[in-house]
C-alpha cells in the first residue's frame, strides 16, 4: 500500500531544509537567493489560485503562519473552485492539479480543522470525478494532464486508484509516444505553429507526474521503455531554447522560445535535480528564479542544487 505524504505534492522537508541552508549563501554561488527574494516580496493578485500558492509557499519555507492561515482562509472559500467560462479541458485540468498542491502546501495547518479540510476534500473529489466523466482526450497533452490530475487526485485524496490510474498513463506515454531522440510525434506534428508548445506541455506533465509519485514511494523516474524515459523528452528541448530556429516542425522565433521556457520551463528544475542533463545547468542560469502557478511552483526555490563547495568552503 502506498503511504502516502502530505506536505508540498512535489517537494518535502529535506527540499526546504536545502532552500533555508542556502538562504545567505554567495548570490554568485547560489540560485536560492533570488528566489528567495521573489518569495518574501512577489506580489500576487489576492484572491486567486496564485495567492494561495504563494501563501502556501511562505508557510512552508518561511514558516509564516500568517500567510498558511490566509491560504486555508481562501482555500475555504472555494477560491479556484470557479472557472471562467472559456476555461478549456487543459486549462481545467491545469486549474484542479494547482488547487492540489496548494491544499498539500497548507494541510497541517492549525486554521484548517478537520470539518473544514475535509468538506474541501468532498469538493476536490468531486472535481476529480468531473473530469473522469469528459470523454477522453484527443490531444497527447490533455491526455498527459489527464494523467497528472490523476496522480494528483490520488494523492491529495489518499486514492490508490486514482493514482495507478495516472501512474499507467505516464507508463504508456513513455511505452508507445517518445521517440529515441525525445520528441512526441503526436505533440510536434501538425505544422500549425504550436508543436514547441505541445512538447513543452506534454514533458511538462510527466515531469510532474514523475516528481509528485516519488514522494508517495511510486518510482516513474526509473521507468523506461526501449531506453526511453521522461528525461530522454526533457533533454531533447534543451537544444532548442538555444537554436529555436533548428526546431524542425515548426518556424520559431528566439523571441516566442524564449519566453515559453521562462514562463513555463519551472518543471526543468526538477529534471536537473533528478538527472542532470547536458547543458541543462547553462539553461537555468539564464532563466532562475523560475515560477509556474500549474507547473510546480517556485521551483527554483524547493528544487535547486547548492552549489558545490570549493576547497575554501
Known sequence: MTTFLHFGLYFTSEHVETARKNRDRDRRRTPFAAAWDLLLNGNVPPDTPGAIQWNGLRYRFDDNLDAGEQAVIDLQNSVGFHLD???????????????????????????????????WLQRYAAQADAFDRIEDPVRIVEQVWRGLANVVSGIVLEDESRLQTGAAVYRQVIDSEIRPEGYLP?????????????????????????????????????????????????SYLIYYYYYPDQWRWDAVAESEAT??????????????????????????????????????????????LPARRGLFG
Open 259 to 304: 519566453p515559453l521556457f521562462r514562463e513555463h520551463g519551472a518543471f526543468l528544475e526538477m529534471v536537473n535535480r533528478h538527472a542532470h542533463p547536458k547543458d541543462l545547468t547553462l539553461l537555468l542560469d539564464d532563466l532562475r528564479p523560475l515560477y509556474n502557478l500549474t507547473g510546480g511552483g517556485l521551483t527554483t526555490l524547493s528544487h535547486a
Open 85 to 119: 467560462s472559456n476555461a478549456n479541458v487543459f486549462d481545467a485540468l491545469a486549474l484542479h492539479i494547482a488547487l492540489g498542491q496548494c491544499a498539500e502546501l497548507v494541510r497541517d495547518h492549525p486554521a484548517w480543522t478537520p470539518d473544514s479540510q475535509a468538506a
Open 186 to 234: 503526436a505533440a510536434v506534428e501538425g505544422g500549425d505553429g504550436s508543436s514547441l508548445y505541445r512538447q513543452l506541455f506534454s514533458v511538462s506533465g510527466l515531469v510532474l507526474m514523475a516528481d509528485a509519485a516519488s514522494h508517495v514511494s511510486l518510482d516513474l523516474w526509473g521507468y523506461t521503455s526501449r531506453g526511453i524515459s521522461a528525461v530522454t523528452a526533457a
